[in-house]
């Protein structure tokens, strides 16, 4: 079985840039995000529940999902998400463990944005942190999806906060800074940990 190496981080922390370093360094990545998607893409089953509870409003003119209709509706009313965690979480759980037990190479990285939230942790040999302050999150993640301030505060609130993060992490990427410099740090920082998480993964392996 691969070693297998979650990783983590707020909204607007930066995880897909670091899993994109990883994923040119030809780690395999399983992707939490881009399994939750492909679950509900259009014409799924799981997606014409969704619409059947919601109503048509919940879908966009291709038929495709309107992600940020759902947001809106689900953050404003705790019964209709839990609904939704409900129908969805088991199905996406289901198709991550998969995807993660058919992996060969020594290790994965199993990227999460809810991974302590929903209890991911025990799936992991070891936890990566991307770890930025609140108000980077905030101006991040604004500016990125074009989001209500409000919105997106109520997303970092519904996070576990950045102390307890910090605690579970077995290793925290700083990604605070946005400039050329910090590219490069970060390039820098992901390699180190590509060749601990090769060696770890090897005496892992010797252990069998």
Avoid at 27 to 55: C, N, T, W, Y
Avoid at 106 to 126: A, D, G, M, Q
Avoid at 155 to 184: G, H, K
Wanted: aromatic fraction near 4%; proline fraction near 3%.
């Amino acid at each position: 079985m691969t070693y297998i190496v979650g990783l983590t981080g707020g909204i607007g922390s930066g995880k897909s840039t670091i899993a994109g370093l990883f994923a040119e360094l030809g780690v395999p990545i399983v992707d939490a995000d881009v399994v939750a998607r492909q679950i509900v893409e259009k014409g799924s089953p799981l997606l014409g529940q969704i619409s059947a509870h919601f109503g048509e409003q919940i879908l966009l003119e291709t038929g495709e999902l309107n992600r940020a209709k759902l947001r809106e509706l689900i953050f404003h009313n705790e019964a209709e998400k839990n609904w939704l965690n409900n129908l969805l979480h088991p199905a996406i759980r289901t198709e991550m463990q998969h995807r993660l037990n058919s992996q060969t190479e020594p290790y994965t990285l199993f990227v999460v944005p809810l991974l302590i939230e929903n209890k991911l942790t025990t799936l992991c040999h070891r936890v990566l942190v991307v770890d930025v302050k609140p108000e980077t999150q905030l101006l991040r993640a604004s500016q990125r999806d074009n989001n209500k301030i409000e919105l997106i505060q109520q997303i970092i609130n519904s996070q576990v906060d950045r102390t307890t993060r910090l605690q579970i992490a077995d290793d925290v990427i700083d990604n605070d800074r946005d400039n050329t410099e910090n590219a490069d740090n970060l390039r820098q920082k992901v390699l180190e940990l590509h060749r601990k998480y090769l060696q770890l993964a090897q005496e892992k392996n010797n252990e069998r």
